[in-house]
């Protein structure tokens, strides 16, 4: 994944607002990356440029060597679909379903049956420890709990990046150290390339690296310390 020269405009009017500026970001397959800065800095912008929901108004984007202004909107949708898992900012889980059946949804989307759904569904709850929850309401589960689902049926479709915007909306606040442990074991034992929005004193803890963003640039990057 590399952008270069990446920025983002919403242009809404009168107001315009740039929510990234210029960025230059290089993300290897399997790298364990935390995203870290203030409010309104465009952590979210940035996962979404990523994730192939929103392109970039100027500059560009490639995944797999493949430039993402050369997608048509279906070739996206299925790039989006086949590589990456996401786990937005609300969990958004139905809460009149059970979990299996939250977790099993992207893949009742793509009309599979609903046996290999349950079965994917139940797969992926087990994990991320919740093998014994499928049959709970979304309502029953703690904050741990509900985080490690939305982590599940961002899953269920075996992508090869993780896209986490898991902070709340309040103050963007660590990790718990449960989310955390599974987010390196995901990483490192299936070979997943994991990228998290967090908190940077808590991230520096258990991420490969930290990229801190302010104002829409990245203000710093410790990759390039390793080097
Ligand atoms: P963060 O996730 O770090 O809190 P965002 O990426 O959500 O920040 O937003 C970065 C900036 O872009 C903010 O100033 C925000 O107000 C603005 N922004 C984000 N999304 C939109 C949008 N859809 N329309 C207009 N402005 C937006
Ligand atoms: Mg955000």
Known sequence: MCLTGASKLYDKGSSAREALRSVNLEIHKG????????RGSGKSALMKMLGLLE??????????????????????????????????????MLQTTSLQGNVALPLIYRGLSAECCQTAAMRALSVVGLEDCGHRMPAELDSTQQGKAAIARALVC????????????????????EIETLLRKLNTEHELTVVVVTQSDSAARWAGRVIQVNGGA?????????H
């Open 31 to 38: 790298e364990l990356i935390a995203i870290a800065g203030p």
């Open 55 to 92: 392109a970039p108004t100027s500059g560009g984007y490639h995944f797999l060597g493949v430039p993402e202004q050369s997608l048509s909107e279906e070739q996206r949708l299925w790039f989006r679909r086949r590589f990456f898992g996401f786990v937005p900012q609300a969990f958004n």
């Open 158 to 177: 075996n992508p090869s990046v993780l896209l986490v915007d898991a902070a709340r909306q309040a103050s963007e606040k660590p990790l718990c150290p």
């Open 218 to 226: 990245v203000e710093h990057d410790t990759s390039g310390l390793l």
